[in-house]
Structures are given as C-alpha cells and as structure tokens.
C-alpha cells in the first residue's frame, strides 16, 4: 500500500481510500457482520482511510464503521464524514 502524508498532522493516509455507501444499505441490502469483516480485511491490507456520511442508510455505514473500530487493534484509521 502507498501513503501520502496529510500535510499539517503528518499522517501517513492510504492512497486508496473506503467508501462507505454500500455498508449503509444505500445500493441494496447489505448484512452489518459482512460489512465488518469486508472493513477489517481492508484495514488489515493496509487502506486506513475511510469515507462515510450521516446520509448513508441514515447514519448506518458510520454505526458499522464504530462496531468495526471496536474490534480493530491495528494502526490507526482516519475517517472522513460528510
């Protein structure tokens, strides 16, 4: 995986990022214990950054994301909301 340093924090973020429009169910249904192994697996293959938004399954892909975190003990994760 390739990182870029986000300038003023010095953060190493991964150049391919998470979209997180599938995990709140707005492209069909989806089950939340696949959408946090599908995060895990992600992380784990070292993409740390995630893009969500309120509006995905209204608030849905972002109470996946917290489930997801709670039983991640890697490196940190850097999550942008809309």
């Not at 995990?23 to 089950?31: I, K, V």
């Not at 599908?38 to 892909?61: H, K, M, P």
Request: glycine share 14%; with cysteine; proline share 2%.
């Amino acid at each position: 995986m390739r990182y870029r340093t986000f300038v003023k924090t010095g953060w190493q973020v991964s150049e391919i990022g998470f979209g997180t429009m599938q995990l709140g169910g707005c492209t069909g249904p989806t089950e939340d214990h696949e959408s946090i192994r599908t995060l895990l697996t992600a992380w784990e293959n070292g993409i740390n950054f995630v893009d969500t938004a309120s509006a995905y399954g209204d608030g849905r892909a972002e109470e996946v994301i917290g489930k997801a975190l709670k039983k991640w003990t890697g490196a940190p994760i850097y999550i942008a909301s809309k």
